[in-house]
């Protein structure tokens, strides 16, 4: 449930280790899937075809495209309850992309 790019040790440009699993639990591996698409794919298009190329090489890759839609979702809005819990102030900009990507699943543009 953390997985995001500073959870993620480079060096020589490859992954050498993950770090920080306080949020650590079992469950859905695409939900891991989701973080990270909102966290790089989104940001930068070109880390999913070498992200998916990887990943095939350790274990089969599950189908992104049907499971991300409702995961994207679930994220978003949880994303809600994360911030109420915490200082919505401190975390504002975290709270706006949340919004925007929630916004534009109900709008159906994405």
Request: overall charge positive; hydrophobic content about 35%.
């Amino acid at each position: 449930m953390d997985f995001r790019s500073a959870n993620i040790i480079f060096q020589n440009n490859q992954v050498s280790g993950i770090v920080d699993f306080e949020s650590a639990r079992v469950g859905s591996t695409e939900m891991d899937f989701t973080k990270i698409n909102r966290d790089i794919f989104m940001k930068n298009s070109r880390t999913l075809e070498t992200y998916q190329m990887g990943y095939k090489k350790n274990r089969p890759l599950i189908d992104l495209e049907v499971v991300l839609p409702f995961y994207r979702f679930t994220d978003a809005f949880n994303s809600f309850g994360w911030c109420k819990k915490r200082e919505k102030k401190k975390y504002q900009q975290f709270f706006n992309e949340n919004y925007v990507i929630l916004k534009s699943i109900l709008m159906n543009e994405g």
